[in-house]
């Protein structure tokens, strides 16, 4: 298993405009793996980036809206792309002028070939 | 409740195991919680809850597992739902006011801690709770009124926007220009404590002009709490500030973008909407709430 999580993140990193990318378990919010840049707080973004998708995945449960497949957050300086597969999230950071489309279709295939 | 027998949890695993819309997670997550369970009664809680948003029942559960692990806070979501589902309940009340009474707002404190004491004047938390308070204020020397907003009494279940006043925009009509997009499913303004303020969202197959429901308010309850992760998670990144969220689900792509002070502007649309129209439609909702909050962007 852990071979295909570093796959999976090993083609993710070499996407144009991506940061980092890390595998959390969703439900501790602890990072199973991850690479990400020097200096980056890595338990806490895997702790902050697992909450922020648990409670999205709540609020469209609450709405009959299904189950949440992707979260992207925007900020100023760049963006988190997030992918659910199971007990697992697929999370990317990327530039603020980074491909989304390709990074989003990446994040996704990630998360199925670990679903 | 009697502690269940073994035959009685291993029935509701097995009529959960077969089918997972059952409402058999509650009691299970019941029994595992007295049984020391709190990972695996949280886990069944959260998952019953993603098929049964309106058990009021599975949200005091879920707010007593985060109370006794310490996430104060989380409890404090649920009781807000709790709330909105059910306008008078009585442990949502109570929790309410001992959550007040901790940050020392001690008028919502009092407030939710009276609406729980007419209920049951003899509850022993309660009264202990209000001898607390009555302690602490004479302390401090009179009432605080740090979030006296906080007081307002949720609405009920199902219920609409607050009316509008005279001249003002109909609160349920702010986003009406967007009604003839075939794509949209709504949108609402949300603020910091999760309270819907304007808007209407199509839950379901629902209307999207159709009057808000218990569901689209508890969406509204749990996402006013994202504000502050979705800050913290960029922050921790070194990316700024956050400037919007795009959640594809299964049915829908919801977008959600801060207004000013701690507010949300929401936007729902079927899921196989280009996020391009999402993107731009989002930008036209947020013109809009900000026409409605007064131009205070």
């Known amino acids: ?115 | 409740m009697s502690n269940p027998t073994a035959g009685e949890i291993q029935r509701w695993s097995e009529e959960l195991a077969r089918d997972p819309a059952s409402p058999a997670f509650l009691p299970l997550a019941k029994a595992y919680r007295r049984q020391g369970h709190w990972e695996a009664a949280l886990r069944l809680c959260l998952r019953g809850l993603e098929r049964h948003p309106s058990n009021v029942e599975a949200h005091a559960l879920l707010a007593r597992l985060y109370l006794e692990s310490g996430e104060l806070e989380k409890a404090c979501d649920e009781w807000g739902i709790m709330l909105r589902l059910e306008g008078d309940n009585f442990e949502a009340h109570r929790g309410m006011g001992f959550f007040y009474l901790e940050h020392g707002d001690f008028e919502a404190a009092r407030a939710h801690l009276d609406r729980s004491a007419a209920q049951r004047p003899d509850d022993p938390a309660v009264r202990e709770a209000l001898a607390l308070l009555r302690e602490r204020q004479s302390l401090a020397g009179g009432t605080r009124t740090g979030s006296a907003a906080a007081l307002a009494p949720p609405p009920a279940s199902g219920a609409t926007p607050a009316p509008a006043a005279p001249g003002a925009v109909d609160p349920a009509r702010v986003f009406e220009p967007l009604l003839a997009e075939a794509p949209f499913r709504g949108a609402l303004i949300v603020d910091g404590r999760g309270l819907v303020l304007a808007g209407t969202l199509a839950v379901g197959g629902s209307d999207p002009g159709a009057p808000l429901g218990a569901s689209a308010e508890a969406m509204g309850a749990i996402l006013g709490g994202a504000i502050e992760e979705a800050q913290r998670t960029a922050e921790n990144l070194a990316l700024g500030a956050w400037r919007g969220m795009l959640m594809e689900t299964q049915q829908a792509t919801v977008h959600l973008a801060p207004l000013h002070e701690d507010m949300i502007v929401l936007l729902a649309a079927r899921r196989d909407t280009p996020a391009g129209w999402v993107l731009r439609t989002a930008a036209r909702a947020a013109a809009l709430a900000d026409g409605f909050l007064g131009g205070k962007t």
């Open chain 1, 1 to 115: 298993m852990s071979d295909v999580l570093s796959v999976a993140l090993s083609r993710l990193s070499r996407v144009d405009g991506v940061r980092g990318a890390l595998i959390v378990d969703a439900q501790a919010g602890v990072p199973v793996v991850s690479e990400l840049a020097d200096g980056v707080a890595e338990p806490a973004v895997a702790a902050l980036a697992a909450s922020l998708f648990r409670r999205t995945a709540k609020a469209a449960g609450a709405a009959a809206f299904g189950g949440l497949e992707t979260l992207q957050l925007e900020a100023e300086a760049g963006h988190v792309v997030m992918a659910g597969a199971g007990e697992l999230v697929v999370v990317v950071v990327a530039e603020a002028d980074a491909q989304l489309g390709l990074i989003r279709l990446e994040a996704q295939r990630a998360a199925g070939s670990l679903a």
